[in-house]
Antibody, heavy 119, light 110 residues
Framework: QVHLVESGGGVVQPGRSPRLSCAAS????????MHWVRQAPGKGLEWVAV????????YYADSVKGRFTISRDNSENTLYLQMDSLRAEDTAVYYC????????????WGQGTTVTVSS | QSALTQPASVSGSPGQSITISCTGA?????????VSWYQQHPGKAPKLIIS???NRPSGVSIRFSASKSGITASLTISGLQAEDEADYYC??????????FGTGTKVTVL
């Protein structure tokens, strides 16, 4: 079955640039759009970014535009989120999620990786 | 980028039906058939329960149903059960900035 495993989280100092990874298995990764979604402590879901199946199209939330970069390696079945110029308000659980296709629902999610921005 | 508006909380007794609203705008909910709903239990990842406005993925209980009218989408849970106690989020595609979630609704089973 579909399996998504995020990694790369932890405690990070403001201004640092960690990269999150999401290892995918159980489906044909190269044929699906992929998203990053985050959830700050005690808060709701916030959409972060999406990348098309082939990596040719990328869109970002205004809150991360110019600081975060989504990418993918279809040969390694891995999704990435490069996070630059981190701020305290970027502290959250970061989930990767698979797009279901034409309905644009996110039908599979990883367990999440926690990023805490703190000096 | 404004989130879609949901009531903060909704409650009901076992066996009852409840409805959660999700209000957007003409540039998202009203304009596209890409409204989804997610269920999230504490400490867990969200789970897709409705996509394409009213379609239930395989394995999702038929007690969950959804619809859309204008700028407002709705999720109805029929025959409320204790296991339905969770947070629920709507989402929509939006031409302005691609994707947006609702503010979230906490469902309490009394």
């Amino acid at each position: 079955q579909v399996h998504l495993v995020e990694s790369g989280g932890g405690v990070v100092q403001p201004g640092r640039s960690p990269r999150l990874s999401c290892a995918a298995s159980g489906f044909t990764f190269r044929t699906y759009g992929m998203h990053w979604v985050r959830q700050a402590p005690g808060k709701g879901l916030e959409w972060v970014a999406v990348i098309s199946y082939d990596g040719s199209s990328k869109y970002y939330a205004d809150s991360v535009k110019g600081r975060f970069t989504i990418s993918r390696d279809n040969s390694e079945n891995t999704l990435y989120l490069q996070m630059d110029s981190l701020r305290a308000e970027d502290t959250a659980v970061y989930y990767c999620a698979k797009e279901s296709g034409s309905s644009m629902g996110l039908d599979a999610w990883g367990q999440g990786t926690t990023v805490t921005v703190s000096s | 980028q404004s989130a879609l508006t949901q009531p903060a909380s909704v409650s009901g007794s076992p066996g009852q039906s409840i409805t959660i609203s999700c209000t957007g705008a003409s540039t998202d909910v009203d304009d596209y058939k890409y409204v989804s709903w997610y269920q999230q239990h504490p400490g867990k990842a969200p789970k897709l329960i409705i996509s394409g406005v009213s379609n239930r993925p395989s394995g999702v209980s038929i007690r969950f149903s959804a619809s859309k009218s204008g700028i407002t989408a709705s999720l109805t849970i029929s025959g409320l059960q204790a296991e339905d106690e969770a947070d629920y989020y709507c989402s929509s595609y939006t031409a302005s900035f691609f994707y947006v979630f609702g503010t979230g609704t906490k469902v309490t089973v009394l």
